[in-house]
């Protein structure tokens, strides 16, 4: 069974920074993709930012240049490191990791974390 267990979030003034890390545990071969996504009340899930096992990067328009997204393909580990956090950043975080190979069969899935608010605020 794959787990993501994710770590940070919380209240920050506007212009603060925060860091939300995720790690993947479970019986699996590699992953192709981890990211991040959020969700706002009334708002779809959208896609923040993402690495993928290439080590190529994507970023959401929204965040370019404020966010910097890094994953460790041997701990299996992706950070997002927010910086100049604006309210409109207040969501719903969640982990994302993309094309999990199964050691048992080989298959590809993808996994969820429960996810972690972040709340930008005066």
């Known amino acids: 069974q794959v787990r993501l267990a994710e770590s940070g979030g919380g209240l920050v003034q506007p212009g603060g920074s925060l860091r939300l890390s995720c790690a993947v545990s479970?019986?699996?071969?590699?992953?192709?993709?981890m990211g991040w996504y959020r969700q706002a009340p009334g708002n779809q899930r959208e896609l923040v930012a993402s690495?993928?096992?290439?080590?190529?990067?994507n970023y959401a328009k929204t965040v370019e240049g404020r966010f910097t997204i890094s994953g460790d393909n041997t701990e299996n580990t992706v950070t997002l490191q927010m910086n100049s956090l604006k309210p409109e950043d207040t969501a719903v975080y969640y982990c994302n990791a993309g094309g999990v190979r199964d050691r048992a069969n080989g298959f590809r899935s993808d996994y969820w974390g429960q996810g972690t608010q972040v709340t930008v605020s005066s």
């Open positions: 690495t993928s096992s290439d080590g190529s990067k």
């Open positions: 479970g019986y699996f071969f590699s992953i192709d993709t």
